[in-house]
């Protein structure tokens, strides 16, 4: 066995699910009738499908081009699937901003709501296999025809490239995602790489992580 390589799916993957499912849980459970509930839920959602059109961006801009010139068959697929997501995010976007708008006490509003949960429930549906074919078949391809330091390169680019704004909102849902050795890869990572960016990333990873996850955290990055 060589050196574990690197996972450039592993973490995002991982935070993307767990806001997807956190944000269809709150949505089941919503009381539609509370405005200061449905505000909350508003910014949420708005909050995800920025995070998933930006994921789509930062693959097609980093990821895809050194696909594409080891196995061009394989983007083609990537992005019709995407291409399906974002026309699916789009539809979404509009009706959840109609429900939304709705009065609170208009006696529809439930009901709309009930139908804001279902249909992002339709999107994990399609999301899902698309992400473990990222994580299977074309993680596969990535480890079998490029090297360590061209992934390496390229992740680097796609973090480096990206504004700071929106890697720290990047971090602040991958951290509480994954676990105590990922966060100490992805923290270290950062330090070696990005170092004028570790405080900030540091400050992230204290306020949304618990006061022991984060003494924990410390504690192997320093071991
Ligand atoms: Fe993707």
Do not use: C
């Not at 060589?2 to 806001?19: M, N, Q, T, W």
Request: glycine residues 6%; proline residues 5%; hydrophobic residues 40%.
């Amino acid at each position: 066995m060589g050196a574990p390589r690197l996972d450039v799916y592993r973490d995002i993957h991982k935070a993307l699910r767990a806001e997807l499912f956190e944000t269809a849980r709150r949505l089941g459970r919503a009381d539609w009738r509370d405005p200061a509930e449905v505000e909350a839920l508003q910014a949420r959602v708005g909050r995800l499908i920025t995070e998933l059109r930006d994921h789509v961006r930062h693959e097609e801009e980093h990821m895809h081009p050194l696909i594409e010139r080891r196995v061009p068959g394989l983007v083609g697929p990537l992005r019709a699937d995407h291409a399906a997501q974002e026309a699916f995010l789009d539809e979404f976007e509009a009706f959840a901003e109609r429900v939304f708008a709705m009065a609170a006490d208009d006696p529809m509003r439930p009901r709309a709501g009930l139908e804001v949960y279902r249909t992002l429930s339709r999107f994990i549906a399609i999301y899902l296999p698309h992400l473990e074919h990222e994580e299977t078949t074309i993680t596969r391809a990535l480890w079998e025809l490029s090297t360590n330091e061209e992934i390496a390169e390229t992740y680097g680019r796609l973090i480096g490239t990206m504004p700071r704004e929106e890697l720290r909102g990047s971090l602040e849902i991958m951290l509480p995602a994954i676990n105590p050795h990922e966060r100490a890869e992805l923290l270290g990572g950062i330090r070696a790489g990005m170092p004028d960016f570790y405080s900030e990333a540091a400050a992230v990873a204290q306020r949304v992580l618990s006061a022991e996850e984060w003494s924990a955290l410390q504690r192997e990055l320093s071991g």
